[in-house]
């Protein structure tokens, strides 16, 4: 599977952005999706994942209820709603692939996106 992320950008605090994660060579629909991102200078976090079948997103408390993960089986794509931007966000995001159960954990994951940079001007 090759995963391609995009949307990024810069945006003030306070406002949205929405990333796309497009995939190629395999459907995403048996794939359950995550979403990380790495800051300067920091390790890579994770964000939220979301099932195959786009149940139960699991989110991070740092953007639990303003981060929100939604899929398209057909487009073959995963999106990343962020509102209520914050400087803190500020990051090179990630989306990545994991055929078994979801996770938090980096290391679980298969596939990865080149990542798309979120930078949030206070």
């Known amino acids: 599977v090759q995963l391609q992320a995009s949307g990024g950008g810069l945006v003030q605090a306070g406002g949205s952005l929405r990333l796309s994660c497009a995939a190629s060579g395999r459907t995403l629909a048996s794939y359950n999706m995550g979403w990380f991102r790495q800051a300067p200078g920091m390790e890579r976090e994770f964000v939220g994942a979301?099932?195959?079948?786009?149940?139960?997103?699991y989110y991070a408390d740092s953007v639990k209820g303003r981060f929100t993960i939604s899929r398209d089986n057909a487009k073959n794509t995963v999106y990343l709603q962020m509102n209520s931007l914050k400087p803190e966000d500020t990051a090179v995001y990630y989306c990545?692939?994991?055929?078994?159960?979801?996770?938090?954990?980096?290391?679980?994951?298969?596939?990865w996106g080149q990542g798309t940079q979120v930078t949030v001007s206070s």
């Open positions: 990545a692939a994991v055929y078994s159960d979801y996770a938090t954990n980096e290391n679980e994951y298969e596939y």
């Open positions: 979301i099932r195959w079948s786009g149940g139960y997103p």
